[in-house]
């Protein structure tokens, strides 16, 4: 990264190829035709973990969280949808993706604003046995058309990609880390 710019107050890279080496053309031309790997951290990750995470994840956002399946080691089901979170009028506050990687564990995938703490405030009497917490995990985006093939020789056959569907989950290991 040769540039960055602050956002969700972290650095975002903002370019990787410098203008003198052909710039953002390079970079199009990469993700068009062959695959390339983007950092978004940015990308915050809110974890609702407990006993009662499914109900008070319901209870935050407009779909049925009961009906989001858990995560399978394979990736056979979709366990992440896209949803909305509202405010008491019906104005939203976010649209993240939500991931469901337990029984008792929600991620709320966000690229912006203080959701995390609004979730925090939602359960400041405790009414819901369940944490909410930002936890330590930096999302990345492999795109192109070759990124399929790169993710089947990085994940080794742990996980059919052919056979996995959109929004699924799969937790694997790339060189020795574990990674959802």
């Known amino acids: 990264c040769w540039r960055a ?6 650095y975002h890279p903002r370019g990787y190829v ?3 080496k052909g710039g953002a053309m390079v970079e199009y031309h990469a993700i068009k035709n062959h695959v390339t790997m983007w950092n978004v951290a940015v990308e915050r990750q809110i974890q609702v973990k407990g006993p009662d995470a499914e109900a008070f994840t319901d ?3 407009t779909r049925d969280a009961t009906r989001i399946p858990v995560m399978k080691a394979d990736g056979s089901v979709r366990a992440a949808r896209y949803v909305i979170l509202c405010n008491h009028m019906g104005g939203v506050l976010n649209d993240p993706i939500l ?3 337990a029984k008792d564990e929600f991620w709320f995938s966000l690229s ?3 959701i995390g703490m609004y979730l925090q405030g939602v359960n400041a009497d ?3 046995n369940c944490t909410v917490e930002e936890i330590d995990a930096c999302p990345v985006q492999i795109q192109g058309p070759k990124s399929k093939a790169l993710m089947s020789d990085l994940l080794d056959d742990q996980v059919d990609l052919d056979n996995m569907p959109f929004y699924g989950l799969a937790e694997v290991k790339i060189a020795g880390r574990s990674c959802v």
Do not use: H, K, Q, W
């Not at 710019?5 to 972290?10: A, E, F, K, L």
């Open 5 to 10: 710019t602050v956002y969700n107050r972290i």
């Open 112 to 114: 912006d604003s203080d």
């Open 18 to 20: 410098r203008p003198e």
């Open 59 to 61: 209870y935050v956002i």
């Open 126 to 128: 405790g009414r819901f």
């Open 99 to 101: 991931l469901r990687v």
